[in-house]
């Protein structure tokens, strides 16, 4: 159930909702609308008043309403109306019109409205012109004359509607922190609809609008990017002529006066204000050359493998800060991927871009890699390649959207943990699509018998606790092509196997032959080095293996080790 709180000022703002309320609708959505409720009971109902004009009961219920409002004359404030729809979930039931009543009743005195017992409260009443959900309008002057004391009342009318779900047994949604974008309008919804569309206006421009940010270096790049994609950017400026914000709008999209409808970037989402925008390009300055030359679907593939890590054993800023880079990886993903596959990668985006925003501040600075690497895939012509690249970064990403879930969990933010967890469907099943065909035709390439006998020593050898599942994995057969293909390109096969595994653990991985295909995918297109130069990467890579990464109290390191005095000879 979702309540959303509305103020209107004006002189007539009481009429005008009043009007909307019984009238038709912006798509004739409105049907027999009726009173369910009103502070007195016995309010005047343009509804279900047959002998009478609608509007002149109209006039009537808005003249009663704002009769406290009038009384005070210039004194009157000026938000005068408190506008509250309240609506149920498409799969809960279809409610009474006595069951929204006292829906209406609680979410009022819940406001601070019109509190249970206080007979001065706001006048109040309660429209129903839908199955699945009700208005509330109040005039914001008690009867007494005072204002009403409403004091967080959104968060207040939210926790009261958690309240109301489990009494009826309603859809339970989770709380909220106040970081959510903001959800489209009603009329944004119908507007979307008239014109055949399946997503409204302000949900293309927020996806453009982060796009634009996650690919841009510099706040000249963001509005050149923003022009590039079909968004008109409108800058905001200040008396010195500085800008200070930016609004935007779709070529196309008027109002009824025939004039651009523009949003704020703050009102898209409260990331995407300027200051912010500036502030996440200051904390994520360019990357060394070097780091800019090497592959970027490996680079990126191996920032993204080392979020797990960040989010288990990194502090909360940081791990913040690890999500919004990913969040950045996911908008951009899309852009190159195949177009039968980007309609499942621009709904993970979507949902996760949820999970990229908490009350907690990130350090963007420690995602460097993940961000620069991704955009410099986009700018790279043919970068996308037969598919490896991206499948070997999908990878990758699942297992830090799934991390991702859990870090939400654990610290109770029960939005973003469900937005990853629906992103995470999406992101399988755009996996899928994308690495099968690629796998495949790595496993027509496999070696003869002999030689996979071989590497399945190694294996045994490398990952004794996973060798028998790998081994037994439809993915078995590309793994072994990989390692011969890191043979040809001059590395030892036991030295790559052994440095894929030390890489980060294979519990947590869905099949851990599929990663280690990609990561020795990635390990065998690097330059092979000499073969002492490998020997010493072997036993550097064992002893990694068999030390912990994080060693329980008292279990000596290696470095502890090294220090210990030799035992003396006897």
């Known amino acids: 159930m979702i309540p959303k709180i509305i103020l209107g000022r004006g002189a007539r703002a009481t009429r005008r909702l009043i009007g909307y309320l019984y009238g038709p609708g912006t798509a004739n959505e409105h049907t027999d609308p009726h009173l369910v409720a009103s502070w007195n009971g016995f309010a005047p109902d343009p509804g279900r008043s047959p002998h009478r004009r609608p509007k002149d009961v109209e006039d009537q219920l808005a003249a009663q309403l704002d009769q406290p409002v009038k009384m005070l004359g210039d004194k009157a404030p000026n938000t005068t109306v408190w506008h509250c729809p309240v609506r149920a979930a498409p799969e809960d039931p279809i409610l009474t019109d006595a069951q929204w009543a006292d829906i209406a009743r609680r979410i009022v005195a819940a406001a601070g409205i019109a509190p249970e017992g206080d007979e001065e409260a706001c006048r109040w009443v309660a429209v129903r012109h839908a199955d699945d959900h009700i208005h509330i309008a109040a005039t914001l002057v008690r009867q007494d004359g005072r204002r009403p004391r409403r004091d967080h009342d959104v968060r207040a009318v939210q926790r009261e509607a958690r309240k109301i779900e489990t009494d009826l047994g309603l859809r339970r949604l989770n709380p909220g922190d106040g970081t959510a974008a903001k959800r489209p309008t009603s009329k944004e919804h119908f507007k979307a609809k008239r014109q055949g569309h399946d997503t409204t206006t302000r949900e293309i421009l927020r996806m453009r609008v982060r796009r634009a940010v996650a690919a841009a270096s510099s706040e000249t790049e963001f509005f050149a990017l923003l022009e590039a994609t079909d968004v008109n950017a409108r800058p905001k400026t200040g008396p010195s002529g500085d800008v200070l914000g930016y609004s935007v709008a779709l070529p196309g999209d008027l109002n009824k006066h025939g004039e651009p409808v523009w949003f704020s970037g703050s009102t898209l989402a409260g990331d995407l204000s300027l200051p912010k925008i500036r502030q996440r390009l200051a904390d ?58 980007r309609p499942e990668l621009e709904r993970a985006a979507a949902l996760f871009e949820r999970a990229t925003r908490s009350r907690i501040s990130a350090d963007l600075d420690s995602a460097r890699v993940l961000r620069r690497s991704v955009q410099t895939i986009l700018r790279t012509p043919g970068a996308a390649g037969d598919g490896a690249g991206l499948a070997m970064l999908l990878d990758a990403s699942l297992i830090a959207v799934a991390f991702a879930v859990q870090w939400h969990r654990k610290h109770q933010h029960a939005q973003q943990e469900a937005a990853a967890a629906r992103a995470l469907v999406h992101l399988q099943t755009a996996y899928a699509h994308v690495a099968v065909p690629v796998l495949n035709d790595l496993a027509r390439r496999a070696p003869g018998l002999q030689t996979k006998q071989r590497y399945a020593r190694h294996l045994q050898e490398a990952a004794p606790e996973h060798a028998e599942r790998i081994l037994q994995d439809p993915a078995w057969d590309a793994l072994a092509t990989v390692l011969a293909d ?3 390109a001059g590395h030892n096969a036991a030295t790559v196997l052994n440095q894929a595994v030390g890489q980060r653990r294979l519990d947590d991985a869905r099949s851990p032959a599929r990663a280690l295909t990609w990561r020795i995918h990635r390990l065998g297109q690097r330059h092979a080095p000499s073969p002492r130069a490998q020997a010493a990467m072997a036993r550097s890579t064992t002893l990694r293996r068999r030390t912990p990464l994080h060693p329980a109290p008292g279990t000596p390191t290696p470095a502890a080790v090294r220090q210990q005095p030799p035992a003396r000879r006897r």
Do not use: C, F, K
């Open 284 to 341: 994520t300055g360019p990357e060394p050359v070097t780091v800019r030359a090497a592959n970027p679907w490996h680079q990126a593939t191996a920032a993204a493998e080392r979020i797990p890590e960040h989010l288990t054993h990194g502090s909360d800023h940081l791990a913040q800060g690890q999500l919004v880079a990913l969040g950045g990886a996911l908008d951009l993903v899309p852009l190159t991927a195949p177009a039968a596959v």
């Open 486 to 488: 890191a043979e040809s």
